[in-house]
């Protein structure tokens, strides 16, 4: 089994909470930032994937396709609504221009923490050395989806945290995608 039956419950829970959680729309602009998303698929999720919402606001629709079960086996991926379009594109691999990359929790740190502890380790650390990285993140046969993205206007970029339930620091990872990369019809690209 991939994913331990706690740790799925966790991840529908957390992801279907964040389905409900408003987020401010985000719109394009003609930003001049290196690209963030360095490859990337035209194609939705296949028909019987269970999806996981990850973050909508009015330009998109991010969600996340794990390994499946044993009903039904999945290509995973992260996949990208693009609302004024109506097409898909599965994210494959992503730059880690502004990124920051975290580990699993020490003992002591999930102790003080007061969480219970991972059930898998982790290290993204080595990753900070490498322009891009394949996307969804893996470790140990673990896939890692964000579990919150925020949009920054400002800055004209979708916010990717990963393991920020944990509430530490350091164990945190966090992605950046350029708003307008995921927005734009394919031959604006």
């Known amino acids: ?27 394009a602009s003609d930003g001049t930032n290196s690209p963030s998303v360095l490859a990337y698929t035209s194609m939705p999720p296949a ?18 396709v794990g390994y499946g079960d044993a009903t039904h086996q999945s290509k995973p991926g992260f996949f990208v609504f693009r609302k004024k379009t109506a097409d898909w594109i599965r994210i494959d691999r992503v730059s880690t221009r502004g990124a920051t990359f975290g580990r ?15 059930s898998i380790g982790w290290d993204f650390r080595n990753l900070a050395d490498k322009s891009a990285v394949d996307f969804p993140l893996s470790a140990a046969g673990f896939l890692f989806f964000p579990d919150n993205v925020e949009c920054n206007t400002k800055e004209n970029e979708y916010v990717l945290h990963f393991n920020s339930g944990w509430e530490i620091k350091e164990v945190e990872t966090i992605l950046r ?6 927005t734009k019809t394919d031959h604006e690209q």
């Not at 957390?14 to 985000?26: G, K, Q």
């Not at 699993?104 to 991972?118: I, L, Q």
């Open 1 to 27: 089994m991939l994913f331990e039956e706690e740790n799925m419950k966790w991840l529908n829970a957390m992801l279907t909470a964040l389905l409900f959680l408003s987020a401010l729309p985000c719109s």
């Open 47 to 64: 028909q019987g994937d269970k999806q996981w919402p990850i973050y909508e606001d009015d330009a998109v629709k991010m969600v996340a």
């Open 104 to 118: 699993s929790p020490t003992m002591a740190e999930v102790k003080a923490a007061g969480k219970t502890p991972a």
């Open 177 to 182: 995608l350029q708003v307008d990369e995921l």
